[in-house]
T-cell receptor, first 117, second 111 residues
Framework: ETGVTQTPRHLVMGMTNKKSLKCEQH?????MYWYKQSAKKPLELMFV???????ENNSVPSRFSPECPNSSHLFLHLHTLQPEDSALYLC????????????????FGEGSRLTVL | SQKIEQNSEALNIQEGKTATLTCNYT??????LQWYRQDPGRGPVFLLL?????KEKRKERLKVTFDTTLKQSLFHITASQPADSATYLC??????????FGPGTRLSVLP
């Protein structure tokens, strides 16, 4: 295993539901990420947290709300999603040298497969 | 805008041959580049990192090259096996902050 655990692995939700994705890393890393992977498209970076502070938000719609309570846990809160938000959501962690400067590899979780009906 | 292209969406090769995958980037100059392997329904797994001042990096049957003049990285798997079948992603650093991923190449090694 990679040391990054995501739950749930599969989630089906209606457009009016509210749900959350959870990620936990056991590697002692100081940076965590949310990526979105849709069919036929490259991985898209959504959010980056370095030392529990959000350092990047790549113009993600407000219906996605991240939370990083400590360096080991990361959440993605979902509300009023659209069918086009159906995708594989991947959490990753890494060790940063300085804030915003990352030369290390990314350790990914297995992903949460989200289907929005 | 920054763009990463991988030579083909899918590549089929015969077992025992060398697989060569290409990653080309435009409109920026990454200081380093990474390759990942992704199996269906699973997260990507890191394979190799190569820096701009390194021409070549090896790990067992894997070899990566980095040509900053051509703005290209080549990823080779020698003596390929059916177990090497997967999608391979390249990722370039974004001026030292995070990574931009290519679309991936799905490799199938036929027995």
């Amino acid at each position: 295993e990679t040391g990054v655990t995501q739950t749930p692995r599969h989630l089906v939700m209606g457009m009016t539901n509210k749900k959350s994705l959870k990620c936990e890393q056991h590697l002692g890393h100081n940076a965590m990420y949310w990526y979105k992977q849709s069919a036929k498209k490259p991985l898209e970076l959504m959010f980056v947290y370095s030392l529990e502070e959000r350092v990047e938000n790549n113009s993600v719609p407000s219906r996605f709300s991240p939370e990083c309570p400590n360096s080991s846990h990361l959440f993605l809160h979902l509300h009023t999603l659209q069918p086009e938000d159906s995708a594989l959501y991947l959490c990753a962690s890494s060790q940063e040298l300085n804030r915003g400067v990352n030369t290390g590899e990314l350790f990914f979780g297995e992903g949460s497969r989200l289907t929005v009906l | 805008s920054q763009k990463i292209e991988q030579n083909s969406e899918a590549l089929n090769i015969q077992e025992g041959k060398t697989a060569t995958l290409t990653c080309n980037y435009t409109n920026y100059s990454p200081a380093y580049l990474q390759w990942y392997r992704q199996d269906p329904g699973r997260g990507p797994v890191f394979l190799l990192l190569i820096r701009e001042n390194e021409k070549e990096k090896r790990k067992e049957r894997l070899k990566v090259t980095f040509d900053t003049t051509l703005k290209q990285s080549l990823f080779h798997i020698t003596a390929s096996q059916p177990a090497d079948s997967a999608t391979y992603l390249c990722a370039c650093d974004n001026y030292g902050q995070n990574f931009v991923f290519g679309p991936g190449t799905r490799l199938s090694v036929l027995p």
